[in-house]
Nanobody, 122 residues
């Protein structure tokens, strides 16, 4: 069974840092691209970042470029998102998601984690 479990969220002050983790199981992790997607209170889903199967290619939303870094440890089946200089606007539930197609295109996010809450507040 495919399972994605996020962790590392919590309360952080503006300007602070966090590292989120996503533990993956039930599939060949290094065959698939992965993404982080967030949902702020009262808002829709917002794509944050993506990474290809081996970590050679990374992608970021303009709103967070320069403040976040996505990475993966395929030996540990774990996806990471390092965040710094956090703002109140970053408050959201952060989800990791699996891309459905090993060849990248076509595809969609076929599995999602339960999410981890990030709250940026003083």
């Amino acid at each position: 069974e495919v399972q994605l479990v996020e962790s590392g969220g919590g309360l952080v002050q503006p300007g602070g840092s966090l590292r989120l983790s996503c533990a993956a199981s039930g599939f060949t992790f290094d065959d698939y691209a992965m993404s982080w997607i967030r949902q702020a209170p009262g808002k829709g889903l917002e794509w944050v970042s993506g990474i290809n199967w081996n970590g050679d290619s990374t992608y970021y939303a303009d709103a967070m470029k320069g403040r976040v870094s996505i990475s993966r440890d395929n030996a540990k089946n774990t996806l990471y998102l390092e965040m710094k200089s956090l703002k109140s606007e970053d408050t959201a539930v952060y989800y990791c998601a699996k891309w459905s197609d090993p060849t990248r295109v076509p595809g969609y996010y076929d599995y999602w984690g339960q999410g981890t809450q990030v709250t940026v507040s003083s």
